[in-house]
């Protein structure tokens, strides 16, 4: 992933545009073993939590490999992590979220 353009070089704007992009698609890793998907309108979902750390300086306007799993998707719930590298390989960032899912 990465942003269009070229951003100012302040890292506090690059971590929320970070933070802001890796929930778009986090929680729907937990989907995938059991075949649904948000885009059918069968599945509702919400946050419960979503934790990042940052490991290292990093540019969104750079791109960024966005690496994610889901270890356990029962109860009504998913787990779901992920990991984020610069091009050279470099981990910049690791999320962690939880969230309600109900098949409709």
């Known amino acids: 992933m990465r942003v269009a353009g070229t951003l ?3 890292p506090a704007l690059h ?3 970070l933070a ?6 986090l929680l729907g890793t ?3 073993p059991h075949a649904l998907t948000f ?3 069968n599945v509702r979902a ?3 939590d979503h934790a990042m750390w940052f490991h290292r300086d990093f540019r969104m306007d750079e791109w960024l490999l ?3 799993d889901s270890p356990i998707t029962s109860h009504g719930r998913g787990f779901s992590r992920g990991n984020l590298f ?3 390989g470099r981990l910049v960032a690791s999320v962690a979220q939880e969230g309600m899912i109900r098949k409709l």
């Open 39 to 41: 885009a059918h309108g």
């Open 86 to 88: 610069t091009r050279d």
């Open 46 to 48: 919400a946050s419960l």
């Open 30 to 32: 937990a989907l995938l």
């Open 66 to 68: 966005y690496s994610m």
């Open 20 to 25: 802001y992009a890796s929930d778009y698609s």
């Open 8 to 10: 100012p070089s302040d």
């Open 15 to 17: 971590r929320v545009l």
